[in-house]
């Protein structure tokens, strides 16, 4: 539900998961998918966050917005608005600290297929 900013704007940022309440299975299921594997990659490498039209992926736009979307509901990307960029931050520390050595794990594997 959006929340009512000064001015009567709207505030765009998408409701996030609590990461205590994210389950190993809910996270594995974004992952399996390869595109959503990209899109973690992606984050991962650049070491920074990243607009949605910056990751370069074999799929269309609102097809994406479906992998990004998952990828939220999962806990391991986070998603705000820079003007009107809708930007992606891999949730790096907070995922550590609920899934201690996955991320890398994931990317290790990911690498290597």
Same mark, same amino acid.
């Given at each position: 539900?959006? @929340? @009512? $900013?000064?001015?009567? !704007?709207?505030?765009? @940022?998408?409701?996030?998961?609590?990461? $205590?309440? *994210?389950?190993? !299975? !809910?996270?594995?299921?974004? *992952?399996?998918?390869?595109? #959503? &594997?990209?899109?973690?990659?992606?984050? =991962?490498? /650049?070491?920074?966050?990243?607009?949605?039209?910056?990751?370069?992926?074999?799929?269309?736009?609102?097809?994406?917005?479906?992998?990004?979307? *998952?990828? #939220?509901?999962?806990?391991?990307? &986070?998603? =705000? =608005?820079?003007?009107?960029?809708?930007?992606?931050?891999? $949730?790096?520390?907070? +995922?550590?600290?609920? +899934?201690?050595?996955?991320?890398? /794990?994931?990317?290790?594997?990911?690498?290597?297929?």
């Amino acid at each position: 539900m959006a @929340t @009512t $900013r000064r001015s009567g !704007q709207r505030d765009r @940022t998408p409701p996030h998961p609590d990461l $205590r309440e *994210v389950t190993l !299975q !809910q996270v594995l299921e974004a *992952v399996v998918d390869p595109v #959503r &594997r990209l899109i973690v990659g992606g984050l =991962y490498a /650049a070491g920074e966050d990243l607009a949605c039209g910056t990751i370069e992926l074999p799929v269309s736009k609102s097809t994406a917005t479906h992998h990004f979307h *998952v990828l #939220r509901e999962a806990g391991l990307i &986070r998603q =705000y =608005y820079v003007g009107t960029s809708r930007m992606n931050a891999l $949730r790096r520390e907070e +995922f550590e600290e609920a +899934f201690p050595g996955l991320l890398r /794990a994931l990317m290790a594997a990911h690498e290597l297929g």
